[in-house]
């Protein structure tokens, strides 16, 4: 589903200048999404890092601690982006076992990872 998609079915459907800002939201953390997503290989538990960041773009990601400065770079990017037309607020999720799962940086949703 496109971000354009995900606002059509909306009742009401939301005033132009409100779907232009949900359009553009979803667009940002779709971009952080995918940006985060080819850095995310791993063999190993140590070769992943935690990054944290904030709204929109959830609370941390895990990446390849080889990419962890870029990631965090792309980051402030896309906040300083994102915040130029809106602002979010949210509680953090608590900390999550981070490690290497099926070749992917990961979390285990609280639980240690198979294999720890």
């Known amino acids: 589903m496109t971000c354009a998609e995900r606002f059509d079915d909306l009742k009401p459907p939301p ?6 800002y949900m359009l553009r939201a979803c667009l940002l953390e779709r ?8 850095r995310q290989a791993c063999r190993v538990d140590a070769d992943c890092e935690l990054v944290n960041t904030w709204c929109p773009f ?21 906040a300083r982006e994102y915040h130029k037309f809106a602002d979010c607020m949210y509680k953090a999720n608590t900390a999550e ?3 290497c799962n099926a070749g992917k940086c990961g979390f285990a949703n609280g639980k240690e990872l198979p294999g720890r």
Do not use: H, M, W
Request: glycine share 6%.
């Open 15 to 20: 005033k132009p200048e409100i779907r232009a």
């Open 31 to 38: 971009e952080f999404d995918a940006f985060v997503f080819e």
């Open 58 to 78: 959830g609370s941390r990601v895990a990446v390849n601690r080889q990419y962890a400065e870029e990631v965090t770079r792309k980051y402030k990017e896309l």
């Open 97 to 99: 076992a981070l490690g």
